[in-house]
């Protein structure tokens, strides 16, 4: 078996898309379908079920996945042991974040290692903290960015790059903006407004006011939740970091309530995993620029 037709398939058993590990693998679609097609005939077997337009794993891709995802950490261990040192990093990085990570705190990452190191190619993937998690242990993602408040997680190193303080926002216009000193009983009257299950913030919000069970507006993404208060639909809780333009312009205020539970931004990788250089270099600017930002 050679490594890169390893490589590709577990590129392709990850995302479940010939066309888009294709794109991720800068390869065209049909050397993919190729490769694929020889790593099955040199093993004699079916790794793919092939379903219209869709594909799943076979029994035996279930089996030669985790061998996959082991046998190329090690020759990415193995490289980074014998590479000489000052060589421009390079290599992929698979991210596992979250939307308010990714749009709030990780541009500066994003954009430094856009310019200074053009050869490490992220590869961000939009998941909460459970799938982010499952990931991680698996071996799909390489990195993950979580916001929880509980810091240790089974089968995982992670590091705490900074508190992350909330507000609980509502527009201007709202019954509850001015009041001082609210209770999580006064907050029950208003309607609550977040973004999909599984969302730290949210869950743990909806937690707090069980006790009264407020009605809740579901909304797909942190900006369309944002606009939905800003319009008067309700109040939310989001991380502060997310709303300071639209506090310091006075489309939404900050209500006075403070939540009884405290999340961290953390960083987190597989326990045990060998970090090569360049996932090394990228949890070493992460943890200096998410530090270093306001």
């Known amino acids: 078996m050679e490594l ?4 590709t398939f577990e590129k392709v ?30 093993l004699g077997v079916e790794l793919f079920e092939r379903l219209g337009s869709r594909i799943r794993l076979t029994e035996a891709g279930e089996r030669l996945l985790p061998y996959a995802r082991r046998i190329i950490e090690l020759s990415e261990e193995a490289r980074a042991a014998v590479v000489e040192t000052g060589e421009e990093p390079a290599g992929t990085i698979a991210v596992g974040t979250m939307e308010s990570l990714t749009s709030y705190r990780l541009p500066p990452l994003l954009e430094l290692f856009h310019h200074r190191y053009p050869k490490v190619q992220l590869s961000l993937r939009p998941t909460l903290g459970d799938e982010t ?3 991680l242990r698996e071996g799909t993602y390489d990195i993950g960015f979580l916001m929880e408040p509980e810091t240790e997680h089974a089968g995982l190193e992670a590091e705490v790059l900074a508190e992350e303080p909330l507000s609980l926002v509502a527009s201007p216009r709202h019954p509850l903006a001015g009041r001082t000193d609210l209770t999580s009983a006064d907050l029950a009257a208003g309607r609550l407004v977040g973004t999909e299950p599984g969302c730290p913030y949210r869950d743990l919000f909806e937690r707090e006011l069980r006790e009264w069970s407020p009605p809740f507006m579901e909304f797909g993404t942190l900006e369309a939740t944002k ?5 008067g639909l309700g109040i939310a809780l989001v991380p502060r970091v997310t709303v300071s333009e ?5 489309a939404l205020v900050e209500l006075d309530w403070r939540p009884p539970f405290t999340l961290f931004t953390q960083i987190a990788w597989r326990r045990g995993k060998r970090l090569p250089a360049h996932v090394r270099l990228f949890v070493e600017q992460a943890r ?6 306001p």
């Open 133 to 135: 998690r499952q990931a």
């Open 227 to 231: 606009r939905g208060v800003a319009g």
């Open 13 to 42: 058993a990850t995302v479940l898309s010939f066309t888009r590990a294709a794109t991720e693998l800068r390869y065209a679609q049909s050397s993919v379908t190729g490769q694929i097609r020889a790593l099955e005939s040199s």
């Open 288 to 293: 200096r620029l998410v530090q270093e930002s």
């Open 246 to 250: 639209e506090l310091a312009s006075g």
């Open 4 to 7: 890169r037709l390893l490589i």
